[in-house]
């Protein structure tokens, strides 16, 4: 029987399994720490094994006292618990619960690093039934009869209401809020899974089982789309289940919780990142592909092929080096292993000989960091990796290790942080990449680990990657789709030695010049055009490091009014900071299906097509050497020369790459790159702005601004060019005053100090203009240029409105073990589902059906299934059948069949339109063979209203079919 919340047992199998030894070559056991950790970890799968919503035995009773000094409230009940609110900032307030009186901060300021903001206005008064604490961002109301809390913005504005009070046994304490219709909620760190977390539920502890919905770096924050976000200010392990009520569980005897308020999710992030610490700025090299690798086969501890060639000492790590630059592959760092056995044999020489060919070198250690002075003072290395042998207890032991990591570069040299860590916490962004662990190469994999890095943007932590087709496993193809994607997020890393080993497989390691054609081009393609983009990556991170927002954005940041865009429909692609939305592929072959552009114009990265959203694109082509990549309209994007590492060569030229609409803007952040100069201010902005029509034909005016601060190495001038997206050429191309010329060919262009030209065939059209060097602000005015038409995509008919559909009848449905109610696959949100039944009993066989009154009579062209978005994959539907008809009872033939992959993305079938009142769709078979279950998370139509007809099929509309009564009103079940 299905289980989409898994069972104990499988569970503590899990917990089990990861406690045996892992075979990895060139690593001994790790007996000692596996062995002490096994009750450790029993003992977080156990307290996580109670259902998060249930009721704890103790609360807080009536209010019986009130006092209020300045910032603080303070309560008494009649319980004897002693509770206190105080407001750090006016859109900031901590409550701490103590059931004994006495309050307790085992956390101290290791999360909460900045309470200081001044003192808010704060007012309280007693208003009867409860007292009200208000300063002018947030008022917070504190019930008498029984102590509950509700938070309301100046405007009466629900934010949150505690549905019950907090609860609290010897191990646990809960607090249980109320749920809205449409509320959503984000964040837990780095959960593997989607995103948006509406009816899951995730842990807040660390297993190190790297699987779906563990949690590889968890956070003991979230928030929510109505504009708060809760942050427990605590080591201890939990378990946080977004139902209705939310109940957010950790696992000690007492409440200590900061509650931040902004007006949108970006606000929440930048003010949980106030107290919490803004994300660290890597250095630029960060930003490049790094590859770690064992190079200690010649050691006696050494467990693996003593033999193993290029891999006996650490000086052969130089060779991979070579092969790179030979590939003519970009890469800029390299973690050869010290933890099992290495030893680091003649490190200052290789960290000299790699820095000759323009990589960084940083120490990979399972054992602290004994000699970190040395090897950071005196050898030169840069960069740390902690392991789970050193650090996987987690918590507070392994938040300090990465402190310890962060004192070793940071107090040895001038350079900055740049640590890569498992098992982070609250406040881990500050200091560190986090990373999903040991996973492997594989399409579902890869399925769930684009919404876990995602998503853990969604907790301020701006550096978070995998393994590049993950540590074991792989192939050739799943290693470029990785790689392709991964290269649009900050930082990134390659795993070699434990993949796959058949060298029919297309490789032994997992750097990417080990691989045939056509991979080998694909991956040099991928990572020259990180290598391209480096100053808007870069300048991203900056960003990140003032505000909270993180580079890798789920599409909800941008798009926090869209409702396709609030939940995990859109799971499977991402915006890469202001401009560039990525659909990474993810189920292999060569097309990608349910591509979700927001409104506005998005034009395709490799082929200039101009689409104009909202629409979905089905069907879109990607071939091997490019995952589908767009850029909105007005983006503004500062380009490098290609190279093959930083410092390669000068930037000469920069080059800003425009995508005209409207007027935009961008600044372009810069400084040295390499050290902490730049918290002294030493750094440099360049604002760009580009005014153009919305649409057609018009001037563009293309304003460069001055390049404004200081910074070692910054250069007096540069050389310019611009890149244009356009339908046709203007009619003249103006650098101030001056009127630039024209050439004739790219040769002539390419030959040029300044000049213009426009060639029509690059990719829609593009027009290349060469500024010359400058050293201050310029204007280059582009009158009688022609902007691309969009097209509505390729996405077909626009989707029909649901609001007034109701369910007919389905075959079957649980509403027992959860809310599988059939009325979920068209409610509009992508976290509930239907879910045929599977409790109480033999599960009824295959086939099930849905059947769906549509409000009126449409002519229907296509129908979307989206599968179950939850994490679990039962019912996933695979051979179907569609059907459309007047009547709901009489259906004819089906209009059409098919059979849907076993992946978690949106399916599309289009079909000539047929016109009718009522949509059929029949479940054959289950795409996996799990079982004999459908699942849906949203039913999709599209099509046009169509002509009436006689109602000959309404008597029939509230017809049952095979013991689910018809639904009455909008069909819609649960609380929402």
């Avoid at 206005?121 to 009200?132: I, K, L, M, Q």
């Avoid at 649409?695 to 007096?716: D, F, I, L, N, R």
């Amino acid at each position: 029987m299905p289980q989409p919340s898994g069972t104990i047992r499988s569970r503590l199998f899990r917990a089990l399994g990861h406690l045996r030894i892992r075979a990895r070559t060139g690593r001994p056991p790790r007996r000692a720490l596996r062995v002490g950790l096994v009750t450790a970890v029993l003992a977080t799968v156990m307290v996580g094994l109670a259902p998060a919503g249930t009721a704890a035995g103790s609360t807080a009773g009536n209010i019986t006292a009130f006092r209020q000094s300045g910032t603080t409230s303070t309560v008494s009940t009649s319980s004897g618990t002693a509770v206190r609110v105080v407001f750090v900032r006016a859109d900031i307030f901590r409550i701490q619960l103590a059931p004994d009186g006495r309050f307790t901060d085992p956390a101290g300021s290791d999360l909460t690093v900045n309470t200081a903001f001044g003192t808010p206005t704060v007012t309280a008064t007693d208003r009867g039934s409860y007292y009200e604490i208000a300063t002018t961002a947030v008022t917070l109301r504190a019930y008498k009869r029984p102590l509950t809390f509700a938070a309301y913005r100046p405007d009466g504005t629900l934010l949150w209401q505690e549905s019950k009070p907090t609860a609290w046994t010897a191990s646990r304490t809960t607090q249980y809020l109320g749920r809205g219709p449409a509320e959503q909620y984000y964040g837990t760190g780095l959960r593997l899974g989607p995103w948006a977390l509406r009816d899951q539920t995730v842990p807040i502890a660390v297993d190190n089982t790297w699987k779906p919905n563990s949690n590889a770096s968890p956070a003991p924050f979230y928030m929510s789309s109505n504009g708060y976000g809760v942050l427990r200010n605590t080591w201890a392990p939990g378990s946080y289940a977004f139902t209705d009520p939310v109940a957010t569980t950790e696992n000690e005897k007492r409440f200590d919780a900061y509650y931040f308020v902004a007006d949108s999710l970006k606000g929440v992030l930048g003010a949980y990142t106030d107290v919490t610490g803004k994300p660290f700025l890597a250095p630029i090299w960060g930003l490049e592909l790094g590859n770690a690798d064992c190079f200690n086969a010649s050691n006696p501890d050494y467990t693996g092929d003593h033999t193993r060639a290029r891999h006996q000492t650490t000086p052969d790590v130089v060779g991979y080096a070579q092969d790179a630059r030979k590939a003519d592959m970009p890469s800029g760092w390299i973690l050869p292993n010290d933890g099992y056995g290495c030893g680091y044999t003649d490190l200052r020489q290789t960290v000299s000989d790699l820095a000759g060919l323009g990589f960084h070198t940083g120490l990979w250690t399972s054992t602290g960091l004994s000699d970190i002075k040395t090897e950071v003072g005196t050898d030169g290395s840069r960069g740390v990796k902690t392991d789970v042998a050193w650090i996987g207890g987690g918590y507070k032991g392994a938040f300090d290790g990465v402190n310890q990591a962060v004192a070793g570069i940071e107090d040895n040299s001038d350079a900055r942080r740049f640590v890569w860590t498992v098992d982070g916490w609250a406040g881990t962004q500050r200091n560190a990449v986090v990373w999903t662990g040991d996973t492997r190469g594989d399409w579902p994999t890869m399925g769930w680990t684009v919404p876990a890095v995602v998503g853990a943007g969604l907790s301020g932590l701006n550096y978070a990657s995998g393994d590049v087709d993950g540590i074991f496993g792989g192939s050739p193809e799943t290693y470029t789709r990785d790689l392709q994607w991964k290269a649009f997020t900050p930082a990134f890393m390659t795993m070699s030695g434990w993949g796959a080993t058949n060298p029919a497989a297309g490789y032994t390691d997992k750097q990417p010049w080990r691989f045939a054609e056509p991979y080998l081009s694909a991956n040099r393609k991928a990572l020259q055009t990180k290598m391209r983009l480096m100053p808007y990556l870069y300048t991203m991170s900056q960003a990140a490091s003032t505000t909270g927002v993180p580079s890798t954005r789920a599409l909800v940041l941008e798009y926090p009014d869209d409702p396709v865009a609030q939940g995990n429909a859109t799971a499977q692609e991402f915006m890469a900071g202001d401009s560039f939305l990525v659909a990474p592929v993810t189920t292999g072959g060569t097309t990608r299906d349910g591509i979700y552009l927001p409104a506005g114009t998005w034009t395709d990265y490799w082929t200039g097509r101009v689409y104009q959203g909202p629409t979905t694109l089905n069907g879109y082509a990607a071939p091997l050497d490019s995952t589908p990549v767009f850029v909105k309209g007005g983006g503004i994007v500062p380009m490098w020369p290609q190279m093959n590492h930083t410092g390669e060569k000068p930037v000469s030229t920069l080059t800003y790459d425009l995508y005209p609409s409207g007027r935009s803007a961008f600044s372009l952040y810069e400084d040295d790159g390499l050290t902490r100069a730049y918290r002294a201010g030493a750094s440099a902005r360049q604002q760009v702005t580009v005014d153009a029509p919305a649409a057609g034909t018009g001037t563009v005016t293309v304003q460069v601004g001055a390049s404004t601060g200081s910074y070692a190495g910054k250069p007096a001038e540069r050389g310019y060019e611009l890149t244009v997206h356009l339908a046709g050429a203007p009619t003249a191309v103006n650098l101030g005053p001056a009127r630039l010329a024209r050439q004739a060919t790219m040769a002539d262009y390419d030959a040029a100090a300044t000049g213009w030209f426009f060639d029509p065939a690059d990719r829609g059209g593009v027009l290349r203009v060469k500024a010359g060097s400058q050293s201050g602000a310029f204007t280059v005015t582009l009158p009688g240029a022609t902007l691309p038409t969009p097209t509505t995509g390729a996405g077909g008919s626009p989707a029909l409105d649901k609001s007034a559909w109701k369910l007919v009848s389905a075959d079957s449905q649980e509403t027992a073990a959860e809310n599988g109610a059939a009325a979920n696959a068209f409610d509009g949100s992508s976290g509930s589902l239907w879910h045929t039944a599977y409790s109480g009993g033999t599960p009824a066989e295959l086939p099930h059906e849905i059947r769906i009154d549509l409000g009126a009579r449409n002519a229907v062209d296509g129908l979307r299934y989206l599968p179950r978005q939850d994490g679990g994959v039962n019912g996933r539907i695979g051979r179907y059948e569609v059907y459309v008809s007047d009547s709901a009872t009489s259906w004819g033939s089906p209009v059409a069949t098919g059979t849907w992959a076993d992946t978690g993305t949106e399916k599309t079938v289009s079909f000539p339109a047929a016109a009718g009142r009522y949509l059929r769709l029949r479940a054959l078979s289950e795409a996996g063979d799990r079982g004999p279950w459908t699942s849906a998370a949203e039913i999709t139509a599209t099509g046009a209203p169509a002509a009436k007809t006689p109602a000959a099929g309404a008597a029939a509309a509230g017809a049952a079919v095979a013991g689910v009564p018809a639904a009455g009103g909008t069909g819609r079940a649960g609380s929402g």
